[in-house]
């Protein structure tokens, strides 16, 4: 497995250097608390006017999304629907129907509903970072700006940012604050490498991954937010390896 021992280090160096970091400078403390209730009551709001939707009317409020949509960015909540009638008295200023940065959309939806958050902001930079990336390959006859030109992962590779003139996309990830990277797999998509997050996520929870688990899932049940533009995790001699799709 091509660079899994080298990342492991790198993981555990990151991780390290990361629970130092955010115990200081990446947004002041009262800007980082008031983002996190913001979510906090928006969250809880929406799930009560969503759950009381689906008691009365027997379905959930949630726009229709195709087949091919992935898994954290599709059953986005109708907040509109629940404006009008009358299960929630304002749409949040965080939603972006109302100028913010996120969706609100709906997990384990056929069994246990649960609201939670889309960063746009995360969106938008794996856009920006694949337009460059589509730009790079259109004119280096399909090459892939590989870091070092080699997979970091079977059938994957980290996006070189200094390569496609990308150093001013960097991305902040909502779950840690870090820096993370971004990846590519063989045809040039772009996702989202939260393997530093999933390894933070799996200390905290004190657990030992087993077999084909999405470790996305334990990312999710510790946070308001999605791992969007992201691949599935599994758990690979001790550590979150993405799978090419």
Not at 85 to 110: C, H, M, Q, R, W
Not at 137 to 161: F, I, W
Not at 192 to 219: C, H, N
């Amino acid at each position: 497995m091509v660079n899994l021992i080298a990342r492991s280090g790198l993981l555990l160096c990151l991780i390290t250097i990361g629970t130092v970091y955010l115990s200081g400078c990446m947004y002041p403390k009262e800007q980082r608390q008031e983002k996190v209730v913001t979510y906090r009551e928006s969250v809880d709001r929406i799930q009560r006017a969503m759950d009381q939707f689906q008691e009365e009317q027997g379905i959930l409020p949630i726009i229709t999304a195709g087949i091919e949509t992935p898994r954290y960015e599709k059953y986005i909540i109708d907040l509109d629907q629940l404006n009008r009638k009358g299960y929630i008295d304002e749409i949040p200023d965080t939603a972006f129907e109302k100028g913010g940065s996120a969706y609100f959309l709906v997990i384990n939806e056929e069994i246990d509903p649960r609201v939670k958050v889309m960063d746009l902001n995360t969106v938008q930079r794996v856009n920006d970072v694949q337009r460059l990336v589509d730009k790079y390959r259109a004119s280096h006859g399909n090459e892939l700006p590989a870091v070092d030109g080699k997979e970091t992962y079977p059938g994957l590779y980290t996006v070189d940012l200094p390569q496609i003139a990308g150093k001013d996309y960097p991305l902040r990830s909502v779950f840690s604050g870090e820096t993370l990277p971004y990846l590519m797999n063989g045809k040039g998509q772009v996702f989202v490498d939260y393997a530093v997050d999933i390894m933070q996520a799996v200390d905290k929870a004190g657990i030992k991954p087993e077999g084909d688990e999405d470790l996305r899932l334990i990312l999710v049940d510790q946070s308001y937010f999605v791992p969007v533009k992201s691949l599935s995790y599994h758990w690979v001699k001790g550590l979150p390896v993405p799978q090419v799709e």
